[in-house]
Nanobody, 127 residues
């Protein structure tokens, strides 16, 4: 079993920044596909970014490309999502997720591809 705990959400004004953190524990491989998803009220859960831990390959949704950076600290089993130039449309619950595989390519954006999920952290961006 793998446990994921997100933190770092909050309320910011448009143009601000937040860094979301995901602490992973349990039976998680050092090389694994870890992703960040978000879900706004009334909308489907969408992939924001992903990283292959241990390798460092990263993937981003077009909606956040250039504004978001996903990173890892493998020694601490942490994954981060730095979000800059936040927009009101970034408002959502953000979830950390882990696949049961190190393969991200071709799968990272699909929530069905992930086995483990955190409880989420709320991000609210006001205009």
């Amino acid at each position: 079993q793998v446990q994921l705990v997100e933190s770092g959400g909050g309320s910011v004004q448009a143009g601000g920044s937040l860094r979301l953190s995901c602490a992973a524990s349990g039976d998680i491989d050092r090389r694994n596909c870890m992703g960040w998803f978000r879900q706004a009220p009334g909308k489907e859960r969408e992939g924001v970014a992903a990283i292959t831990t241990g390798y460092g390959n990263t993937y981003y949704a077009d909606s956040v490309k250039g504004r978001a950076t996903i990173s890892q600290d493998n020694a601490k089993n942490m994954v981060y999502l730095q979000m800059n130039s936040l927009k009101p449309e970034d408002t959502a619950m953000y979830y950390c997720a882990a696949r049961d595989s190190w393969v991200c390519a071709g799968y990272w954006y699909s929530h069905d591809a992930y086995k483990y999920w955190g409880q989420g952290t709320q991000v609210t961006v006001s205009s």
